[in-house]
Each structure stands twice: as C-alpha cells, then as structure tokens.
C-alpha cells in the first residue's frame, strides 16, 4: 500500500512548493504527475509555471484520470493536484456530483493500491467566495467531500497558511 502525504490549502497558499521540497528530500528523482487539461490560454500560463519551477531531476508524467494505470512501485509521487483531476471526472459525467465522486474515490484506492510514497495537493476551494453558480456549488461539495475521503486515508495530513505548513495528522 501506499504511503499518503496529503497536502491542502487556499490557492497560492505554498501547497506544490512544499510538496515539491518533501519529494526532494524523499528522493533524488521523483515524479510529477500533472492532472490538467489545458482549458484555456490563463491555465496554460499556470502550466508552464509550474513546469519551469522543476529541473531535469522531475520526471514529468501527464496524466487526466487513469493515474492507477501508472507503475509507481517504489516511487515518490507528487500528485498535483485534486481539484484539476476531480475537475475531470465531474465535466466528464455532465457535473454529476455522486457519480464523479464514486469514479474518483474508486480510481484513487486504485491508485494508492501500489507501493509508493504519494504526496497528493488539493485544494480548499470551500474556504473561499461561495460559488456563485449551481455547477460551481456542486464541484465546492464535491471537492469537499473527496478532500475528506483522502484525508482519511493519508498517513500525513498538512495544511499550507501564507507559506507556512500546518501539520494536522
């Protein structure tokens, strides 16, 4: 099984620096597991960011949803993150909370079935501004509730605050 670092925040909170600085303490050559979909010109320039804040000791692994389908045996993995993965699974069940929900939590026990060591960021998208749309609610519930889902399974938990990394398991 694997060994889980959960790390969550409010956007720019630290979140893939900190996991960023753990994988390389953990390991001279881990992996970036990048759940995007490019969506638009904005989110491509967030892509490249992040993609520029790594060196040639990142292998780069592209993924949308299947990341069970990956071997990550003896691996150190940063997922990042959550919410762009989860993003996924909702537009492609025509925002159907329940039933992204139940394809995401499957996928990640799929997932976290390997021997690796994940460090898995998230996003605390309820803390902000209420959605001001029907859609936008239901993804706030439903990153909500798979935040709490991960968390439990996670053997560390950490919430990032202005940089600042708040152990909370």
Not at 7 to 22: E, F, N, T
Not at 34 to 61: G, L, P, Y
Not at 115 to 140: P, Q, Y
Request: proline share 2%; aromatic share 12%; charged share 20%.
């Amino acid at each position: 099984m694997a060994y889980i670092y959960y790390v969550s925040g409010g956007q720019r909170s630290g979140k893939s620096s900190y996991a960023q600085r753990l994988a390389l303490e953990l390991s001279p050559k881990p992996i970036y597991l990048a759940t995007s979909r490019i969506w638009d010109k904005d989110h491509q320039q967030r892509i490249e960011r992040h993609q520029a804040d790594r060196n040639e000791q990142w292998v780069n692994i592209e993924e949308e949803k299947y990341i069970s389908k990956h071997n990550w045996q003896g691996k150190v993995v940063v997922m990042d993150c959550v919410t762009l993965w989860l993003t996924n699974f909702f537009s492609d069940t025509q925002y159907n909370v329940n039933q992204a929900l139940k394809e995401a939590q499957q996928e990640f026990d799929l997932f976290t079935q390997q021997d690796f060591t994940g460090i898995i960021i998230s996003n605390e998208i309820g803390m902000g501004l209420h959605a001001d749309t029907e859609v936008g609610r239901k993804f706030t519930d439903l990153q909500g509730w798979m935040n709490q889902y991960i968390a439990q399974k996670a053997n560390q938990a950490v919430f990032m605050v202005s940089g600042m990394p708040i152990t909370i398991k």
